[in-house]
Protein backbone atom coordinates (compact mmCIF):
# COMPACT_ATOMS: atom_id res chain seq x y z
CA UNK A 1 0.00 0.00 0.00
CA UNK A 2 2.68 2.36 0.67
CA UNK A 3 4.07 1.78 -2.58
CA UNK A 4 1.09 2.40 -4.28
CA UNK A 5 0.81 5.43 -2.82
CA UNK A 6 4.04 6.46 -3.20
CA UNK A 7 3.66 6.08 -6.62
CA UNK A 8 0.74 7.43 -6.98
CA UNK A 9 2.29 10.57 -5.04
CA UNK A 10 5.27 10.49 -7.93
CA UNK A 11 3.25 10.68 -10.89
CA UNK A 12 1.31 13.89 -9.21
CA UNK A 13 4.38 15.54 -8.70
CA UNK A 14 6.10 15.14 -11.88
CA UNK A 15 2.32 15.84 -13.60
CA UNK A 16 2.21 19.05 -11.35
CA UNK A 17 5.57 19.95 -12.27
CA UNK A 18 5.33 19.87 -16.09
CA UNK A 19 2.38 22.27 -15.85
CA UNK A 20 3.47 25.86 -16.49
CA UNK A 21 -0.36 27.99 -16.65
CA UNK A 22 1.84 30.43 -18.82
CA UNK A 23 3.25 28.13 -21.56
CA UNK A 24 4.18 29.03 -24.64
CA UNK A 25 2.78 25.65 -25.56
CA UNK A 26 0.28 25.19 -28.24
CA UNK A 27 -2.70 23.58 -28.04
CA UNK A 28 -2.79 20.40 -29.36
CA UNK A 29 -6.26 20.25 -31.19
CA UNK A 30 -7.81 22.56 -34.20
CA UNK A 31 -9.26 25.17 -34.50
CA UNK A 32 -6.81 27.95 -32.25
CA UNK A 33 -7.60 31.58 -31.75
CA UNK A 34 -4.19 32.94 -32.09
CA UNK A 35 -2.90 36.82 -33.09
CA UNK A 36 -0.40 35.87 -35.67
CA UNK A 37 2.54 38.23 -35.64
CA UNK A 38 4.84 38.25 -39.90
CA UNK A 39 7.91 38.76 -39.60
CA UNK A 40 7.71 42.91 -40.18
CA UNK A 41 5.67 43.39 -36.77
CA UNK A 42 2.09 43.05 -38.19
CA UNK A 43 -0.38 41.60 -36.50
CA UNK A 44 -3.44 39.17 -37.91
CA UNK A 45 -6.27 37.90 -35.67
CA UNK A 46 -6.90 34.31 -36.94
CA UNK A 47 -8.14 30.98 -35.93
CA UNK A 48 -5.63 28.49 -36.84
CA UNK A 49 -7.30 25.11 -38.23
CA UNK A 50 -4.14 23.25 -40.04
CA UNK A 51 -0.16 23.51 -40.68
CA UNK A 52 1.61 21.99 -43.33
CA UNK A 53 5.35 21.29 -43.02
CA UNK A 54 6.03 25.40 -44.29
CA UNK A 55 2.44 26.96 -43.82
CA UNK A 56 -0.19 27.50 -41.46
CA UNK A 57 -3.54 26.86 -42.42
CA UNK A 58 -5.89 29.97 -41.15
CA UNK A 59 -10.28 31.25 -41.51
CA UNK A 60 -10.23 34.98 -40.95
CA UNK A 61 -12.62 36.72 -38.52
CA UNK A 62 -16.25 36.15 -40.19
CA UNK A 63 -14.84 34.60 -42.90
CA UNK A 64 -14.79 30.33 -43.74
CA UNK A 65 -12.22 30.76 -46.63
CA UNK A 66 -9.09 29.39 -45.63
CA UNK A 67 -6.06 30.84 -46.21
CA UNK A 68 -1.97 29.64 -46.20
CA UNK A 69 0.60 31.44 -45.09
CA UNK A 70 4.49 30.63 -44.74
CA UNK A 71 5.97 29.28 -41.55
CA UNK A 72 9.14 31.47 -42.60
CA UNK A 73 7.61 35.05 -43.36
CA UNK A 74 6.19 35.11 -39.01
CA UNK A 75 7.71 35.84 -36.50
CA UNK A 76 10.18 34.12 -34.53
CA UNK A 77 8.22 33.73 -31.73
CA UNK A 78 5.16 32.47 -33.56
CA UNK A 79 7.54 30.32 -35.86
CA UNK A 80 8.09 28.80 -33.35
CA UNK A 81 4.73 28.09 -31.74
CA UNK A 82 3.85 27.33 -35.48
CA UNK A 83 6.28 24.76 -35.86
CA UNK A 84 5.21 22.68 -32.49
CA UNK A 85 1.20 22.48 -33.37
CA UNK A 86 0.50 19.34 -35.00
CA UNK A 87 0.46 18.52 -38.43
CA UNK A 88 -2.94 18.48 -40.33
CA UNK A 89 -3.19 19.20 -43.79
CA UNK A 90 -6.10 21.17 -46.00
CA UNK A 91 -5.71 22.26 -49.30
CA UNK A 92 -6.53 25.97 -50.17
CA UNK A 93 -8.75 26.39 -53.23
CA UNK A 94 -6.70 27.95 -56.33
CA UNK A 95 -8.66 30.81 -57.51
CA UNK A 96 -9.80 28.82 -60.44
CA UNK A 97 -11.39 26.94 -58.48
CA UNK A 98 -12.84 29.05 -56.16
CA UNK A 99 -14.15 30.95 -58.69
CA UNK A 100 -15.95 28.21 -59.73
CA UNK A 101 -17.63 27.70 -56.93
CA UNK A 102 -18.66 31.13 -56.35
CA UNK A 103 -20.18 30.79 -59.52
CA UNK A 104 -22.26 27.84 -57.98
CA UNK A 105 -23.38 29.86 -55.40
CA UNK A 106 -24.74 32.31 -57.75
CA UNK A 107 -26.50 29.13 -59.76
CA UNK A 108 -27.97 27.71 -56.75
CA UNK A 109 -29.26 31.22 -55.95
CA UNK A 110 -30.71 31.55 -59.19
CA UNK A 111 -32.36 27.57 -58.85
CA UNK A 112 -33.62 28.73 -55.69
CA UNK A 113 -35.19 32.33 -57.14
CA UNK A 114 -36.73 30.27 -60.24
CA UNK A 115 -38.35 27.60 -58.16
CA UNK A 116 -40.09 30.65 -55.81
CA UNK A 117 -40.99 32.20 -58.97
CA UNK A 118 -42.66 28.92 -60.68
CA UNK A 119 -44.61 28.20 -57.47
CA UNK A 120 -45.95 31.86 -57.03
CA UNK A 121 -47.26 32.07 -60.47
CA UNK A 122 -50.74 29.80 -61.63
CA UNK A 123 -49.63 26.90 -63.90
CA UNK A 124 -51.57 28.00 -66.88
CA UNK A 125 -49.39 30.57 -67.80
CA UNK A 126 -46.75 30.94 -70.22
CA UNK A 127 -44.24 32.58 -67.74
CA UNK A 128 -44.46 29.10 -65.78
CA UNK A 129 -43.12 26.92 -68.61
CA UNK A 130 -40.53 29.59 -69.43
CA UNK A 131 -39.27 29.53 -66.29
CA UNK A 132 -39.17 25.64 -65.85
CA UNK A 133 -36.95 25.53 -69.39
CA UNK A 134 -34.55 28.05 -67.43
CA UNK A 135 -34.57 25.71 -64.35
CA UNK A 136 -33.94 23.07 -65.96
CA UNK A 137 -31.21 24.82 -67.85
CA UNK A 138 -29.68 26.06 -64.91
CA UNK A 139 -29.55 22.42 -63.09
CA UNK A 140 -27.55 20.95 -66.03
CA UNK A 141 -25.20 24.45 -65.62
CA UNK A 142 -25.04 23.40 -61.82
CA UNK A 143 -24.23 19.98 -62.23
CA UNK A 144 -21.65 20.36 -65.08
CA UNK A 145 -19.98 23.00 -62.98
CA UNK A 146 -19.72 20.44 -59.72
CA UNK A 147 -18.31 17.99 -61.68
CA UNK A 148 -15.76 20.38 -63.30
CA UNK A 149 -14.79 21.29 -59.87
CA UNK A 150 -14.56 17.87 -58.70
CA UNK A 151 -12.19 17.26 -61.39
CA UNK A 152 -9.89 19.93 -60.86
CA UNK A 153 -9.63 19.45 -57.34
CA UNK A 154 -8.83 15.59 -58.35
CA UNK A 155 -6.38 17.41 -60.71
CA UNK A 156 -4.85 19.53 -57.94
CA UNK A 157 -5.58 22.47 -59.77
Not at 23 to 29: F, M, R, V
Not at 123 to 129: G, H, I, N, P
Request: hydrophobic share 35%; glycine share 6%.
Amino acid sequence: MKLYSLLLASVGAFALSNCDGGSNDPPTAYPIKKVLTNWEGQELDVTIVGRSGSEVIFTKAGSDQRHSYPIAKLSEDDQKYAYKLPKKEFRVDSPWIKSKKDELRRIKTRIAEAEADIEATPAAKMRVRSKRDELKKLKAEKKALEKSIEADQKAGK
